[in-house]
Each structure stands twice: as C-alpha cells, then as structure tokens.
C-alpha cells in the first residue's frame, strides 16, 4: 500500500507567506526537456524553470560536476580561494568584454551589485552622480534597490516610498532617454530583450544611441543578461546580437545549470569596488560554481548557442504558422529560445493551466502572453511537439 501524498497547496495555505499562485502540479523529477509529476505524467517543458535549466533536467554532466564537488567541500565562504569559483571566474572574463566579476547567489543581488558599483563609480568619477536609468517594463529583481530599478510601477505600489535614485524611462525612445539623463546619471541598466514583460526586443539602432550617449557623458552601460544571456539568443550574450559593448554586464538564471548563482562583470575602468565595499557569505559556492563550470563547458563545446538560434527560429516560424490558423493568436515574436506570443482575448493564464493537462509546461506573463524560454538542448522533435500542444490548447480553451 502506498502512503497518501502529502496536500501541498494545504501546507502552503497553513504555513507559506501568499508570495505565489502556484500551479496546481508537483514536479518529482524530469530527464532532458520533460518533467514528471508524483502521478509519474510527462510534460514537455517549455519554461525550463524560468530560463535556468539550460541543459534541460537531470544532464549526466551536470549531476557528476555537483556530485563531485560535494563530495570534496559544499561551502568556504568567500574569506578564502576558491577551485571552481576561480575556474569560472577565468571562463567567463576570457570570453567577455569585461575584465573583473564578483559572484552573488542570485540575479537580485548580482543587480544590486551593479548598481552599488553604479554608485561608487558616480561618486568617485562622476562628481558624486548616483542616479541609475532603467526601461519602463523592464524586470531586475525584487530587493528593495533592484525593485526601484524595475520599470513596473505596480510592484513598487505596496512598499512605497522606493529608495531614491531611480528612474525609468519608456523602451525604444532615444529621445526620452537623452531627456532623462543629466549631472545626477551614473548609469544607464537596460535588458536588451526584455524577458519578464514578455519579450519585447530593443532597436539596434536606438541600443547604439544609447551607447554614444554614455560614452559621451561619462555614465556607464549596464546590460542585465540574467535571462537573455549564456547563450539563448545566439550568441553567448544577448548585447552580441545588436554590436554593442555594455561597461557592466549581471549574469544569474541559467550560469550554473540550475543551482543558485549570479555575477556581476565590468570593465577596468569601472570596476571600482575595493575591499570592504561589498560581499557575501555564499555568493559563488564551490558547489555552484563546479555546476557553472560544467554548464558553460558543455554548452560551448556541444555549440548550445548555434541549437538555440537554430530551434529559436524554428519555434517562431511554427508559431507564426499557427497563427495563419488561429486568428486568436495575434502576434508572434522572439529571438533565439525567448519565443512569446500575445492573445486576442486574456486567456493567456487559462492556457498555461489547460496546458498542463494537455502535458506542456508554458509561462503566462500577463493576461494576453504567453512565454517560452525553453532549455537550450530541445530539438526539432520536441519543438513541434510543442507547437502541436499548444494548438490543441488554444484550441480547448478558446
Ligand atoms: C529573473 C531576472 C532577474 C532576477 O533574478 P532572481 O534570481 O530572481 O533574483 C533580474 N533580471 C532579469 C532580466 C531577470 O530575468
């Protein structure tokens, strides 16, 4: 006789903070693009844990990185030197336009670094300039600095007053930009395709003015790659896409495979930060970190970045196919594996729900989109599979 499964959504109800509306579905284990739910029911992932599991569930190459660094030491803290931590330090800086990291254990904190770098670097070559400029929609996090960073005013409303220091401008309006910059500008903190709106794509064009104008007046340029970064769009970086170079780039989500991570890079000639200026107790884990190795190793070498640009264009082709067929669907748009398409009628959440039985993992970022940030290893196979489940969703609930 098997023992009762445990009520989850009745030990949330009794015990959890109302942070999330979860699905009503546990995840037990998965294998390359599916996971399994306590009833053993496969499901195709399309979400991949939000842009993290980039080698899908379970890589062999990733649980014997974990399980081998475990074994010789989980934790140090940061007082001492590293293996993994200095191994990843060197693979990232040697194949970036920046020259020093620091490593968080989160995308928040890798942000916040950024901006408390953002700061000093104001204060000590920009006469005492501290004000970060960030997009309307944009998405950097949920600690107090990062939040008023996000360009979404409704998640700043229920812990007003915002830490000052911060503003936010609409995407794509050089004119707007230019306007909002002034002696108090330490820096310009963009995502060059935004993830957490639902991918919304920024102009080269505007991406390059925005550019000069920070050369030009001494701010600094700070793409936050968290979710358009290592790899998804194409490129290892999603600013590779547009020709441009940032001066700070913050890393997290997919570095190390799925484990708890973030980095903040720059170049010499911003990387300010001196002893005492910053830190944290298990920012960069050995554990972590050996995971961050094996993951970025394997994505190199099995050239991850051609599959996802390969598969990214396949996946909106498809969709924009389905399109033809399903007036509902009315707008289709992506680059690389960040795929989203809009719906006429809010039902992007019912989708995402009806989804699930018909055995597909989706995304809803509002009520009329629908995400797709699958893991960096699906094929053909499975990316049709996909676009036939979702026909067939779309179809049950319209
Ligand atoms: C997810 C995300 C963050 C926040 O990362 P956390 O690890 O959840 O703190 C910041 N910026 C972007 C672009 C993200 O997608």
């Known amino acids: 006789m098997q023992a ?63 399980t081998k660094q475990a074994q010789k030491i989980i934790h140090t803290s940061s007082l001492y030197y590293s293996e993994p931590q200095c191994e990843l330090a060197e693979w990232l800086i040697t194949r970036s336009p920046a020259d020093r990291i620091f490593f968080a254990n989160s995308g928040a904190e890798a942000n916040e670094g950024a901006i408390k770098l953002a700061r000093k670097y104001g204060r000590t070559q920009r006469n005492g300039a501290y004000e970060v400029i960030t997009l309307d929609h944009s998405f950097h996090g949920r600690t107090l600095a990062t939040l008023a960073a996000t360009g979404q005013p409704k998640y700043h409303e229920p812990f007003l007053p915002m830490p000052d220091g911060f503003k936010s401008v609409p995407f794509n309006d050089f004119e707007a930009m230019r306007k909002a910059v002034s002696a108090k500008t330490a820096a310009i903190m963009l995502e060059c395709i935004q993830g957490e709106s639902g991918i919304h794509i920024l102009d080269r064009e505007y991406l390059h003015a925005v550019r000069k104008l920070c050369d030009d007046n001494n701010i600094l340029l700070m793409c936050d790659e ?69 993951a970025m190793t394997y994505l190199e070498e099995q050239n991850l ?5 390969r598969m ?71 990316v049709e599979k996909a676009v036939g489940l979702i026909a067939d969703t779309f179809k049950a609930v319209s």
Not at 31 to 55: H, P, Q, R, T, W
Not at 312 to 337: H, M, Y
């Open 312 to 382: 990214g264009q396949a996946l909106k082709d498809e969709l924009s196919n389905l399109k033809e067929t399903l007036p509902g669907i009315t707008e289709v748009r992506g680059l690389g594996l960040m795929v989203a398409f809009d719906t006429a009628d809010p039902i992007a959440p019912d989708i995402v729900k009806k989804g699930l039985d018909k055995g597909i993992v989706l995304n809803a970022t509002g009520p009329n989109t629908v995400r797709l940030v699958p893991p960096l290893i699906v094929s053909h196979g499975e």
């Open 226 to 294: 968290i979710q358009c970064g290592l790899g998804r769009t194409g490129t290892f970086y999603g600013f590779q896409q547009f020709g441009i170079e940032p001066d700070v780039i913050t890393l997290a989500k997919g570095l190390a495979g799925g484990l708890p991570i973030g980095a903040f890079l720059a170049k010499e000639h911003c990387a300010v930060l001196t002893p005492g200026d910053h830190g944290s107790t298990m920012g960069g884990n050995p554990v972590c970190c050996a995971a961050g190795v094996a």
């Open 305 to 309: 970045m051609g599959n996802a640009a």
């Open 4 to 66: 009762p499964k445990t009520n989850w959504a009745e030990v949330e109800a009794r015990y959890y903070m109302r942070t999330f509306s979860r699905l009503p579905v546990v995840f037990e284990r998965g294998e390359g693009c599916y996971v399994y739910d306590d009833a053993g029911k496969a499901y195709l992932d399309m979400v991949g844990g939000i842009a993290v599991n980039i080698l899908g569930h379970a890589h062999p190459v990733l649980v014997e990185a974990i």
